[in-house]
């Protein structure tokens, strides 16, 4: 199954992983609003109460699970790892929280019965623009997708309506990816060779309910691995394919697995 919720219950200490390439995210990240500005960091002045509720969220979580990673000095967040500073007082809440940690952050409002995308630092999109997405609703973020809506849409509203604070939870999403860019936009997609690297991206996705605000915290951290990678674990790339070529045609495409079959040939031979 390609098109599955895959939600599993998260435990509350485990919400954020920080690692020793957290650096290369943080200069990404400055990166992208230096080039992209509004394309990667949108927000709604509405969303203000969550922004700082989440902000405080993370910054209360990186202090008292993970001390040896990050500590508050003259007003400022250092994450050790990555050898940086955050101010936790400058404007633009969001942006600043999201600067401390490798995952893209975006904030789900409710309006009336319908949850919409009010905040988002999103410097690492699979294939989607932010200001395409940017104060929608759950169901119009979704509509490109083949085939989404009869299988998972009713169930998405349900659970957003039903999330509580005390019960986060955490999902997995893949995908192949020609290079190893972290923001894969699709007016920059290469053109694939047989030559062409290719990639396994994995998005771990997570789901948190502001007790405060009410609004749910999105939070997506991007892991790329070559996909010569996959050979050395036993089953691997024919699960891999197996999935692929089991995929729905039109579901298909919509995943770029056409575009890439020229250089996915190769490591089927692997």
Known sequence: EVLLMGLSPME???????????????????QQRRQNDTKVYRT????????????????SYLLSQQPDNYQLENGRLRCLPGNFSVDTEAPEPL?????LVADDLVIMERDEDQYTLTAASLCSASHWYLEEKFGHTLRDIHDPIPGFHPRLSDKIDRFFMHLRPSHPVVRFNWAVQ???????????EPRVQRNTPLFYRCERQSLIRLPDSHAVAFTIRVYLHPLEMLADIDGALPALFAAIDNTPAALYRYKGFDELAPALDKYRCA
Do not use: F, M
């Open 178 to 188: 020609a290079g190893n860019n972290l923001q894969q936009l699709p007016h920059q």
């Open 12 to 30: 509350p200490l485990a919400w954020i992983e920080t690692d020793d390439d957290i650096e290369r995210y943080h200069r990404h990240k400055l």
């Open 95 to 99: 942006w600043h929280c999201s600067l």
């Open 44 to 59: 709604l002045p509405s969303s203000l109460p969550a922004q700082r509720e989440l902000a405080q969220l993370l910054q």
